[in-house]
């Protein structure tokens, strides 16, 4: 018989070769096992205390070299109230400069009717009164010039649009509701959407991105990871007045050709084809007895245009058509360089991306028979 001390002994042995056997469990699991985090964010790539993300280094980077080139405009013009008294008016937006010079960029709307236009820099803080060499209202960008006074000036690197993808990180810096230098990050949503802006206005081969852009942001920069703008911020979709995470941006591929002609020409070099035209609907071509039911039937060609001089034939039967009259007997466009054209809106858009000396393949329909016509495009 054991006596109460062996008893005790034994039990003492069994608890510490069972104390061990659990830290050494233990330190396996902790070596070679799965663990929790010990703390949020734990597992992830984090930076030491006080310094910056990868990412966020990015961003402060970006916004210390462009934001001294970002513009804060504010514009004043008159208007008159129903008893034809005048009455001041001022508007804001965004801009930046493109070169050293003093040229700012921005959109039309912003200094559309401004009597006087104001440039703070978002560098120096100093006030610049600007002046508006040119715009183009159809694209929605405008074209201003201040002068230096000896000061040597921050200018934005122009990128390739052309290069973008959907994902894409991008950065947008302007003047929301006045909130000079104001930085919001975001990606590219999507890629080459025509966005209607008013009856004759549009955004051809918009960037849309959900960066927040809000009232003040038209005209300022969206810059790429590099630092370079790769577009202008223009417009919202804002069902509620303020950003709801769907804003778009004129491509800088777009403006930089615009922004040559005006500092260059002192205006606009457009392509034209000159040609006068109604769109034709299926009610018009079961009436008219016509081979396709949309497109566009040729009213009249301006003389000594390209479509005249590349044989396109305007209408010579006059008819009524409901409420209209109108010219049948003339061709039917319906394509343009291969993509197919049904109004005058896609005619717009098509002519938008063309140069004067630029050649077109119009697709067109003369009576019964299809045929293509090379154009050569001349300038308005």
Known sequence: MKSPSQDARRYVRLVAIGALVGLAAYWA??????????????????AKPGELTADESVNVRIYKQASPAVANIVTRALEY??????????GAGSG????????VVTNFHVVQQAETIE??????KRRYQARLVGG???NDIALLKINPSGRTLTALPLGDSGALQVGQRVLAIGNPF????????GVISALGRTVSTGQQTFIDQAIQT??????????????NSRGEVVGINSAIFAPTGTTAGIGFAIPINTAKQIVEDLINEGRVRRAYLGVESITVWPNLAEALDLPVQDGLLVQQVTPNSPAARAGIRGGDRRVVAGLYYLLTGGDIIVALDGEKVSNEFELTIAMNRKRPGDTMKVTLYRGKTKMDVQVTLAER
Do not use: H
């Not at 699991?29 to 790539?45: D, F, I, N, Y």
């Not at 109230?81 to 001022?90: D, H, I, Q, R, S």
């Not at 959900?210 to 969206?222: E, H, K, T, W, Y």
């Open 81 to 90: 109230n129903l008893f034809f008294g005048p009455e001041p008016v001022e």
């Open 136 to 138: 183009d209202a159809r």
């Open 29 to 46: 699991g902790a070596r070679w096992g799965p663990r929790e985090p010990t703390s949020v964010g734990a597992g992830l790539q984090t």
């Open 178 to 185: 006045g909130f000079q230098s104001t930085l919001t990050t």
């Open 96 to 103: 930046f400069v493109i070169d050293a010079r003093g040229y």
């Open 119 to 124: 440039v703070t820099l978002g560098g120096d």
């Open 210 to 223: 959900d960066a927040a852009i809000n009232r003040g942001n038209s005209g300022g920069p969206l810059l």
